[in-house]
């Protein structure tokens, strides 16, 4: 398949299945979902909703860095929530990384997450 690249970058969790951190194509790049594992120690970060939340982004951050963009590159950001009970929280720690960036966005509850995550975020960025 020319014209893809796989990106896989130490800075965030490796894939924990057959996929890719992101795929970069056509000058977008499409990252897999983030989960709040440290890169480090693949486990949950602690601190509920919103450590996970801030700890996604950052995973989310350091893939778009590894495939040559930024968060301020977002188009388009899912966020996936266990407990819509849940929003406010990660809506704030979720504004506090983009500043006044506004990416298109859906939130959708699901009934459980990989890792026993609160919340995962994936995105569709350009590349720089």
């Known amino acids: 398949m020319t014209g893809i690249d796989f990106v896989s970058t130490p800075d965030a969790p ?5 996929y890719s951190q992101a ?7 499409h990252c897999s ?3 709040a594992l440290d890169p480090t120690s693949g486990e949950i970060v602690a601190g509920g909703v919103a450590a996970q ?6 995973n989310l951050a350091a893939v778009l860095e590894a495939a040559g963009s930024s968060l301020g590159q ?7 929530l266990v407990d ?8 704030e720690v979720y504004a ?3 500043a006044s960036h506004r990416p298109a966005r859906a939130c959708v509850a699901v009934a459980a997450l990989p890792k026993g995550a609160l919340v995962e ?3 569709v960025a350009a590349k720089s």
């Open 14 to 18: 490796a894939a924990i299945g057959p």
């Open 23 to 29: 795929v970069v194509h056509g000058g977008l790049v």
């Open 33 to 35: 979902g983030q989960v």
């Open 53 to 58: 939340a801030d700890r996604a982004l950052r």
């Open 74 to 80: 977002v188009l388009k950001c899912n966020v996936y």
């Open 84 to 91: 819509m009970a849940d929003f406010a929280v990660v809506n």
């Open 96 to 98: 506090s990384h983009y």
């Open 121 to 123: 975020i994936d995105c």
